[in-house]
């Protein structure tokens, strides 16, 4: 009997040891481990809730205004063109996406390694002007290239726009494989020269392959700049109308349904595409 009371008396000493802390030490003390992850959860969720409004509405039977939920339907999927201009709109935007992303990609790359590899006399002056289009902001750049076309007697329209988005992307094209030049590591072309590579062969078996993933990624970034432009493809169009241009005229009475659905393919096709550059990018690091 005695043995147990002083267990029990020791197992009373041993909890009084444990410090206990209030209510509101806890709770201070668990959102302070967990203040990332609540920063996280909100900033994704301001960041997806347009994009979960695009996804739902793409499935809005909503006939001739899509402001207000009617009811369920596939048919929007079933025929995305089925908005009057809606897809000429977006074939305006891809046929200038693709030529803007090509030039400038072009352009941008030798930009990038005149600047990142060579010194020559207004390097500097080079590298400062790259930055002035990105500085800019987009309706005087826009204003100007328009003026600039009239004065030139160029009316606006197709080919114009896609000179105004080739100068502004060539900035966002020369910063992003400037940075991949930069992180090259010269022992390896040193290494290929060693083995009697001339400089041709360096360039397309070394320098190349390794700045391709920095060039891949300024020709998805210009993409996706010229793709999703307003305000400058606004000034410099004329009659033309790209799918920016078609969502905006159409946002008084309620973007169509078909625009939803544009809109999400393309959110997802975008997914798709960056999943599988970090699956492909994974991959190659567990073969190397």
Same mark, same amino acid.
């Given at each position: 009997?005695?043995? *147990?009371?002083?267990?029990? #008396?020791?197992? %009373?000493?041993?909890?009084?040891?444990?410090?206990?802390?209030?209510?509101?030490? %806890?709770?201070?003390?668990?959102?302070? %481990?967990?203040?990332?992850?609540?920063?996280?959860?909100?900033?994704? @969720?301001?960041?997806?809730?347009? *994009?979960?409004?695009?996804?739902?509405?793409?499935?809005?039977d =909503?006939?001739? /205004?899509?402001?207000?939920?009617?009811?369920?339907?596939? +048919?929007?999927? &079933?025929?995305?063109?089925?908005?009057?201009?809606?897809?000429?709109?977006?074939?305006?935007?891809? &046929?200038?996406?693709?030529?803007?992303?090509?030039?400038?990609?072009?352009? $941008?790359?030798?930009?990038?390694?005149?600047?990142?590899?060579?010194?020559?006399?207004?390097?500097? =002056? /080079?590298?400062?002007?790259?930055?002035?289009?990105?500085? @800019?902001? !987009?309706?005087?750049?826009?204003?100007?290239?328009?003026?600039?076309?009239?004065?030139?007697?160029?009316?606006?329209?197709?080919?114009?726009? *896609?000179?105004?988005?080739v100068?502004?992307?060539?900035?966002?094209?020369?910063?992003t494989? #400037?940075?991949?030049?930069?992180?090259? +590591?010269?022992?390896? !072309?040193?290494?290929?020269?060693?083995?009697?590579?001339?400089?041709? !062969?360096?360039?397309?078996?070394v320098?190349?392959?390794?700045?391709?993933? $920095?060039?891949?990624?300024?020709?998805?970034?210009?993409?996706?700049?010229?793709?999703?432009?307003?305000?400058?493809?606004?000034?410099? /169009?004329? @009659?033309? &109308?790209?799918?920016? !241009?078609?969502v905006?005229?159409?946002?008084?009475?309620?973007?169509?349904?078909?625009?939803?659905?544009?809109?999400?393919?393309?959110?997802?096709?975008?997914?798709?595409?960056?999943?599988?550059?970090?699956?492909?990018?994974k991959?190659?690091? *567990?073969?190397?």
């Open positions: 009997m005695t043995q *147990v009371q002083s267990n029990s #008396k020791a197992s %009373r000493q041993k909890d009084a040891s444990i410090p206990t802390f209030p209510l509101k030490a %806890r709770i201070s003390r668990w959102f302070g %481990r967990n203040l990332i992850r609540i920063y996280a959860v909100f900033g994704f @969720t301001y960041l997806f809730i347009p *994009v979960a409004y695009t996804f739902a509405f793409s499935f809005n =909503s006939g001739k /205004s899509n402001l207000v939920w009617k009811g369920f339907t596939l +048919d929007n999927w &079933k025929n995305p063109c089925g908005a009057p201009e809606v897809c000429a709109a977006l074939g305006n935007s891809i &046929k200038i996406g693709l030529l803007a992303t090509t030039f400038s990609t072009i352009l $941008g790359t030798m930009i990038a390694f005149a600047i990142g590899r060579y010194a020559f006399k207004g390097r500097s =002056s /080079s590298n400062l002007l790259i930055f002035l289009p990105m500085a @800019t902001p !987009e309706i005087v750049l826009g204003a100007s290239l328009l003026s600039l076309f009239l004065v030139f007697h160029i009316n606006p329209g197709f080919w114009p726009t *896609v000179i105004a988005h100068m502004f992307c060539i900035s966002f094209v020369v910063v494989v #400037k940075a991949r030049i930069a992180s090259l +590591d010269p022992r390896l !072309e040193q290494a290929a020269m060693d083995l009697y590579a001339n400089e041709l !062969e360096t360039f397309k078996k320098t190349l392959p390794l700045v391709a993933p $920095g060039i891949a990624g300024a020709a998805l970034l210009a993409f996706s700049l010229s793709f999703d432009d307003f305000i400058i493809t606004n000034f410099n /169009s004329g @009659t033309l &109308k790209t799918f920016p !241009e078609f905006y005229t159409s946002a008084a009475r309620g973007i169509p349904a078909q625009a939803n659905v544009i809109g999400s393919a393309m959110f997802f096709l975008a997914l798709i595409i960056v999943i599988a550059g970090q699956f492909v990018g991959k190659a690091k *567990v073969a190397k």
